[in-house]
């Protein structure tokens, strides 16, 4: 990988580090201004060829978020995900992510972006539908479980980006995401699960495999996918 020194002002010098091409087929390079002597610059440029080489240094020239997220379409989204989880995630990003993100260019995005970012989708920026109103704001927030799922997109795709060495790191990694609230879950006590029992002896010869299943499920607390999985030739009838 080349690099040059460019005399740029009185000990002031650009050091210009080749990096192949852009996305568009036009030369790519990458360029750093250092204030010193000759012999710094010179110092200076070896080290910048060699974060170049180990993509400490992002390819091309700067990718903004939105140019980025067309990218990620033709070459992951519209080929690796499922069709309805591709579609929820361009709705998710057309109507929420891209308006605030997508003039910012990949490698000036900051994790201090992102958390603004969650904090404004916490308070007050979810968009209504445009068949009804137009696009216009409501005072609706989202939920912290959504807001979760908008983070982990955003940083799924930027690992993405850190992988096709676009930019170095991902800033979302350093971004402690909202917690969503762990759903209360409901269940039989003692006594409930007494009258469910007795009520299982009014069940018919023919709905007997309902029984089963649900006396599996309670002395042996079974999970669905297991119970799911069971046939009769697992159940030893001859030893009971």
Not at 27 to 39: L, S, V, Y
Not at 75 to 97: F, Q
Not at 200 to 211: D, I, S, T
Request: hydrophobic letters at 35%.
């Amino acid at each position: 990988m080349a690099g040059s020194i460019e005399k740029r002002g009185e000990n002031t010098y650009r050091l210009v580090v080749s990096t192949g091409k852009n996305l568009d087929g036009s030369r790519a390079r990458r360029t750093k201004t250092i204030h010193g002597t000759r012999k710094d610059a010179e110092i200076a440029l070896a080290e910048f060829v060699t974060e170049a080489n180990r993509g400490l240094v992002p390819e091309g020239k700067p990718v903004t978020f939105e140019e980025f997220y067309h990218i990620w379409q033709v070459n992951y989204g519209t080929k690796d995900l499922a069709p309805s989880t591709y579609n929820r995630y361009v709705g998710m990003l057309e109507s929420r992510i891209l308006p605030y993100l997508g003039s910012f260019t990949l490698e000036k995005i900051k994790p201090t972006d992102l958390m603004k970012l969650y904090d404004m989708l916490e308070q007050d920026t979810q968009i209504k539908r445009l068949a009804k109103n137009n696009g216009e704001r409501t005072l609706k927030p989202l939920s912290k479980k959504t807001i979760l799922e908008h983070h982990r997109l955003i940083s799924a795709m930027l690992h993405k980006a850190v992988y096709w060495q676009l930019i170095p790191y991902n800033p979302a990694e350093r971004v402690q995401p909202p917690r969503a609230p762990k759903a209360q879950r409901r269940f039989y006590d003692d006594e409930q699960c007494k009258v469910l029992l007795r009520g299982l002896n009014e069940l018919e010869e023919n709905e007997m495999k309902y029984k089963v299943a649900i006396i599996l499920t309670v002395f042996t607390g079974v999970r669905l996918g297991e119970l799911m999985g069971l046939d009769w030739e697992n159940i030893d009838f001859k030893n009971k």
